[in-house]
C-alpha cells in the first residue's frame, strides 16, 4: 500500500516538475492548481451537473448552494482585483447571442447524457470510468469542430459585450452579483427538501478550496479558471498534426490561437490547469486504491450515444463560449451578464437532458440474462 501511494505521488509531483523545467515556474503553479482541483472535485465529490440534476429529481439543492458558495466566495475577491489590475487580470466576459443560448441551453442538456460537464468530464476521465474517457474524447473532437464554425454561429446575431461592472461599476457590480446569487439560493432552498437544504461541513470546505484554487488561477494565469479552450486546442493539435491545414480557418488563424497552435500546450494555461485536473482525479482513484471509478456497465448503444451527445457537448460549450467552469462560474464571478443568462439556459436544457437520460443511458443486461 505504501509504495502503491508513493507512486502515486511521484507521478503527480514528477508532471509538476516537468511542467517546471520545460515551460518554467507558471506552468509548474498552473499544473498545481489544476491538481488542486483534481484533488477536491473527486477527492471530496464537489461537482457541477450532478447536483443540478439532484435540484429536479432529488429535490437536494445542497450541491448546488455549495456551487453558489463557491462563486459568492470568488466575486469577493475578483472585482476589487480585477478593477485594480485591469491591464494584467482579465474577466471572462462574453457577448450574448442566438447561438449563445443555444449552445448553453444544449450543452445543458447534453451534460446530463454524459453524466458530466466539462470539468466532470475531466474528473470522470482521470478517475477511470470508462463513460468519462468516452465523453472526454467526444468532448475534445466537438470543442475543436465548434471553433471551426464559430464565426457563422456569431453571425446570427449578438450582443456586445456587457458586464455588471460597465453597467453599475465595480462595487455596484459586485452587490448586483451578490444580489442576483442570493436570489438562486432562494429558489434553490424554496424547492429543496427539508434536510436537503444546507450543505455539510464537507461541501462547504470544497466550496472554499475551490474559491481559493479559482482565484490563485486567475492571479497566476492572468484570467479565470476555465476548460473548454484548453480542450479545442487539443483536437486542433491532432488535425494539426493529421494534416489538417488549420491556417485557412478564422479561429485558428487569429493571432493568439495561431500562437497557441504552433507551441507546446506546456505554454496553453487552460491545457495546465486541465492536465493537473485529470491527475489529480487519477491521484484520488489510486491513493483510494480502487480500481477506477467504475460505473454500471451500459449497452454499446449507449456507449455510442454517449460519444455522439459528448460531441454535441463539446460543440456546444464553444458556442457558448464556456461551460459550467468557464461561463457559469467565472462568468458570473467575475461580472459577466453571459453568466447569467448561460445559467437560466443551461438549466433549462439540464432538466430536459434528465428526462432524456434514461433512453440514452441503459445498462447492460447482467451476464447469463436474457435481452
Known amino acids: 500500500m505504501f509504495l502503491h501511494r508513493a507512486s502515486v505521488l511521484l507521478l503527480t509531483l514528477g508532471f509538476t516538475g516537468f511542467a517546471f523545467l520545460m515551460a518554467g515556474p ?28 439532484m435540484v429536479v429529481t432529488d429535490r437536494d439543492g445542497r450541491g448546488m448552494l455549495a456551487q453558489l458558495i463557491a462563486i459568492a466566495l470568488v466575486a469577493i475577491v475578483a472585482f476589487p482585483l480585477i478593477a485594480a489590475n485591469a491591464g494584467e487580470l482579465s474577466p471572462a466576459h462574453a457577448p450574448v447571442g442566438f447561438a449563445m443560448i443555444l449552445g448553453a441551453f444544449v450543452f445543458g442538456l447534453a451534460m446530463q447524457l454524459v453524466m458530466g460537464c466539462g470539468s466532470g468530464t475531466l474528473v470522470n476521465a482521470g478517475s477511470g470510468n470508462l463513460v468519462g474517457l468516452i465523453a472526454l474524447l467526444g468532448f475534445i473532437g466537438g470543442s475543436f469542430a465548434g471553433t471551426l464554425h464559430l464565426g457563422w454561429w456569431t453571425g446570427l446575431g449578438t450582443l456586445p459585450v456587457l458586464s455588471l461592472q460597465g453597467l453599475a461599476g465595480s462595487t455596484g ?169 448561460w445559467l437560466v439556459a443551461a438549466f433549462a436544457g439540464s432538466t430536459l437532458g434528465i428526462r432524456l437520460r434514461p433512453f440514452v443511458l441503459r445498462p447492460a443486461p447482467a451476464r447469463g440474462a436474457y435481452a
Open 26 to 53: 507558471r506552468a509548474g503553479l498552473l499544473v498545481m492548481v489544476g491538481l488542486g482541483f483534481g484533488l477536491v472535485l473527486e477527492g471530496m465529490r464537489f461537482g457541477f451537473a450532478g447536483p443540478w440534476r
Open 173 to 341: 457590480g459586485l452587490v448586483l452579483t451578490l444580489a442576483g446569487l442570493g436570489l438562486v439560493a432562494a429558489l434553490t432552498l424554496a424547492r429543496a427538501a427539508p434536510g436537503k437544504r444546507l450543505p455539510p461541513a464537507r461541501l462547504w470546505i470544497a466550496a472554499a478550496l475551490v474559491a481559493a484554487l479559482a482565484l490563485a488561477n486567475l492571479v497566476i494565469a492572468g484570467q479565470p479558471w476555465g476548460i473548454v479552450y484548453g480542450l479545442g486546442l487539443w483536437g486542433a493539435k491532432v488535425a494539426q498534426a493529421g494534416g489538417a491545414d488549420l491556417a485557412q480557418t478564422a479561429f485558428w488563424a487569429a493571432d493568439g490561437n495561431a500562437a497557441r497552435l504552433s507551441a507546446s500546450i506546456l505554454t496553453d494555461v487552460t491545457s495546465l490547469t486541465n492536465i493537473g485536473l485529470l491527475l489529480g482525479a487519477f491521484a484520488v482513484m489510486r491513493w483510494r486504491a480502487s480500481p477506477g471509478a467504475a460505473s454500471q456497465a451500459l449497452t454499446l448503444g449507449s456507449y455510442g450515444g454517449v460519444l455522439i451527445a459528448a460531441l454535441v457537448l463539446g460543440y456546444s460549450a464553444r458556442l457558448a463560449f464556456g461551460c459550467n467552469v468557464g461561463a457559469f462560474f467565472s462568468g458570473i464571478s467575475t461580472g459577466s451578464l453571459h453568466g447569467w443568462v
